[in-house]
């Protein structure tokens, strides 16, 4: 039996509301919490906060000056509609796409790196 069980992830960036409506929208959630200090996204199974950090400084993936410090995969259908979805909610591709025919790394707004993976 486990001892305990993910109730949230919480990333931090310096617009919490800007980044929880990201998640909200690409994962189909719903935002629960919105203040300008800390946003909380119920996701179905588990939470996604966004909380401010005054000096967040984006991670440098795949260089290593700043590491990734987390990064989220994520399943869908099809790549290419859900990186194009995922784009117009203001995600970016990154450049070094290391197996694109199975998996996509692009960037929430905040420049947390995550993947799309078919």
Do not use: Y
């Amino acid at each position: 039996m486990p001892t305990a069980k993910i109730a949230a992830i919480n990333l931090d960036c310096a617009d919490p509301i800007a980044l929880a409506r990201f998640w909200a929208a690409i994962l189909g959630g719903e935002t629960v919490v919105e203040t300008p200090g800390f946003c909380a996204v119920n996701a179905g199974t588990l939470h996604l906060g966004a909380i401010r950090a005054e000096d967040h400084r984006p991670p440098t993936w795949p260089a290593r000056d700043r590491p990734q410090q987390i990064h989220l995969d994520l399943t869908v259908e099809d790549l290419d509609t859900a990186e194009q979805e995922a784009i117009r909610l203001g995600a970016t591709k990154e450049d070094h796409q290391p197996s694109p025919e199975r998996s996509r790394v692009l960037r929430d707004p905040a420049g947390h790196p995550f993947c799309l993976r078919a």
